[in-house]
């Protein structure tokens, strides 16, 4: 195992809630991402991180926030939170050519 | 921007026998890595296995291989002597070195179905 844990695996929330998502890793990997899963569109990045403190968009991060005080850990952040963010979520981090290793992924729906 | 296809959607085989999963990708990098993904219904994406664009020699893990195809722009999947183990979503990806980091374009998916 790659030693990334994420929290928490499924969550039910309200529309216009604000929820975060917690990633733990125990690797001291310097990157880390967020991407969301959805059928039909694979995965997604949706924000990344190169540091503490340091992150970056992705492809798809209207609607959503990220945060790195600590090296182990990576928070996604939804401000409000909206039917359409109903999706799977993963943390990963990852050595340049070697691929990306995953959380367990979380299950989020916005109801 | 790069992108990731994957033209089968569902797919199909035979305990024991072998199966071929198509990818393929468009980029202008030169220097790149590709890589393939299990997915079963735990959830748990499994890094199955991976491709650097500079090695012309083809990749295997086991019953896992692969056909780089670097002037097409294919990357397919073959597993030999398929188990029902093997039932699960596979994705191909794609990533460059960006001074460190790597984020991945994924292909929508192939679920591959094995039937005792």
């Known amino acids: 195992d790659a030693g990334i844990t994420q929290s928490p695996r499924h969550k039910v929330t309200e529309t216009g809630t604000p929820v975060t998502l917690r990633c733990h890793q125990t690797e001291n990997h310097r990157y880390m991402y967020w991407y969301r899963q959805d059928p039909g569109h694979g995965l997604r990045l949706i924000h990344y991180s190169y540091g503490v403190k340091d992150t970056d968009k992705g492809e798809v991060s209207d609607g959503y926030s990220v945060s790195r005080s600590k090296t182990e850990d990576f928070l996604l952040t939804l401000e409000s939170a909206t039917s359409s963010q109903t999706s799977v979520y993963f943390c990963a981090i990852s050595a340049s050519g070697h691929g990306a290793f995953f959380g367990q992924g979380t299950r989020l729906t916005v109801v | 921007a790069q992108t990731v296809t994957q033209s089968q959607p569902e797919m199909s085989v035979q305990e024991a026998e072998t199966v071929t999963l198509s990818c393929t990708y468009d980029?202008?990098?030169?220097?790149?890595?590709l890589f393939w993904y299990k997915q079963p219904p735990s959830r748990q994406m499994i890094l199955v296995i991976r491709?650097?664009?500079?090695?012309?020699q083809n990749a295997t893990e086991n019953r896992f291989s692969v056909n780089f195809q670097k002037a097409a722009k294919s990357f397919s999947l073959k597993i030999s002597d398929s188990q029902l183990g093997d039932t699960a979503m596979y994705f191909c990806a794609f990533g460059v070195n960006q001074g460190g980091s790597e984020k991945l374009v994924f292909g929508k998916g192939t679920k591959l179905t094995v039937n005792p």
């Open positions: 980029t202008s990098e030169s220097n790149y890595y």
């Open positions: 491709q650097e664009a500079y090695k012309q």
